[in-house]
């Protein structure tokens, strides 16, 4: 069965410091990973995904991450963080696309981010 | 494009009662996810449903059960709610060509 570890239940950062969220995944075939973002009382909103390629990915607001099969994990980071980008973040692995669209998916159980100012 | 639109959005039941909650898919998407989300934890993946059958169901009870209606959209049902049901439940959509899940603001159930 598929799994995802997010080992940090909260990371405080500073404004304008970098940022990495840890992200480990356990599933047998090569894996479809997303990043999701959830702020209070909201919906999730896909930050980016990878599903093959470039193990560098590049998503919105700034975020990348990187797929490292040898270390089973999907890190996000970003550059430069801003007192909006507070908000609840999740990793998920999935099976991807088997003729009816998007698998389910398997969330982690999320990281919550405080911005200091 | 209203994207994922899910219906009510809060709702307070009794223990022991049933409750329908509603999910209208992003426009063109014809597969429908359900995930319910307890407090402090990451969604857990309930079911989806794809031509109007389940195709896919994770770890849940058949208390929870749900329909596809031609028109794609989709209604989530609970029956003898408890307690541990009070949870946000979130409706995700997608296209049948891609693995990009969209996903609704979600109803907020609160079983006392």
């Known amino acids: 069965a598929q799994s995802v570890t997010q080992p940090d239940i909260h990371i405080t950062v500073s404004e304008g410091a970098s940022l990495e969220l840890r992200c480990n995944y356990s599933?047998?075939?090569?894996?479809?990973l997303f990043w999701y973002v959830q702020s209070p009382g909201q919906g999730l909103q896909l930050l980016l995904k990878y599903f093959s390629g470039d193990t560098l990915v590049q998503g919105i607001k700034g975020f990348e991450a990187e797929f490292k099969r040898s270390q089973s994990s999907f890190n996000l980071r970003k550059p430069s963080v801003h007192w909006s980008d507070a908000a609840e973040y999740f990793c998920a692995v999935g099976e991807g696309y088997s003729g009816g669209g998007a698998d389910g998916l398997t969330f982690g159980k999320g990281t919550h981010l405080i911005i200091q100012p | 494009d209203a994207g994922v639109t899910q219906s009510p959005t809060h709702l307070i039941k009794t223990r022991g009662q049933q409750v329908t909650l509603r999910c209208s898919p992003k426009?063109?998407?014809?597969?429908v996810s359900w995930y319910q989300q307890a407090l402090g934890q990451g969604p857990q993946f309930i079911f989806q449903y794809y031509e109007e059958e389940e195709r896919q169901r994770g770890n849940f009870p058949d208390r929870f059960s749900g329909h596809q209606f031609p028109n794609y959209s989709s209604e989530l049902n609970v029956n003898a709610l408890l307690l541990g049901d009070s949870a946000l439940y979130l409706c995700?959509?997608?296209?049948?060509?891609?693995?990009?899940?969209?996903f609704g603001q979600g109803t907020r159930l609160t079983v006392v």
């Open positions: 426009s063109g998407h014809d597969t």
């Open positions: 599933y047998g075939a090569t894996p479809y």
């Open positions: 995700a959509s997608s296209l049948p060509s891609n693995t990009e899940a969209f």
